[in-house]
């Protein structure tokens, strides 16, 4: 896991940790806060699997550009070959 990486998890770590306290000390009755809990975790999963998806797409594509970038550099690298033969 990449630094940026453990680093964006923290930081969605202790946002979620800091709602769930703001949310436990607040003054309402425990059965709205329980369901406000279950509503803003449900949209917190929502986020976090959007979040996700878009970066796998988001690998996928980087790893299209590098195959592309790749045939690309051996077609050349081919050619100069080629071209000393």
Same mark, same amino acid.
Request: glycine residues 8%; without cysteine; hydrophobic residues 40%.
């Given at each position: 896991?990449?630094?940026?990486? #453990? &680093?964006? =998890?923290?930081? =969605?770590?202790?946002?979620?940790?800091?709602?769930?306290?703001?949310? =436990?000390?607040?003054?309402?009755?425990?059965? +709205?806060?329980?369901?406000? &809990?279950?509503?803003?975790?449900?949209?917190?999963?929502?986020?976090?699997?959007?979040?996700? /998806?878009?970066?796998?797409?988001?690998?996928?594509?980087?790893?299209? #550009?590098?195959? /592309?970038?790749?045939?690309?550099? +051996?077609?050349?690298?081919?050619?100069?070959?080629?071209?000393?033969?």
């Amino acid at each position: 896991m990449t630094n940026s990486a #453990k &680093i964006t =998890l923290g930081i =969605l770590g202790a946002a979620a940790a800091g709602i769930v306290i703001g949310m =436990l000390i607040a003054p309402e009755k425990g059965t +709205e806060m329980r369901k406000r &809990i279950k509503r803003t975790a449900g949209e917190w999963a929502d986020n976090l699997t959007h979040l996700f /998806q878009d970066g796998k797409e988001e690998v996928e594509h980087l790893k299209d #550009k590098a195959r /592309q970038a790749k045939s690309t550099a +051996e077609e050349k690298a081919n050619k100069i070959k080629e071209s000393f033969s």
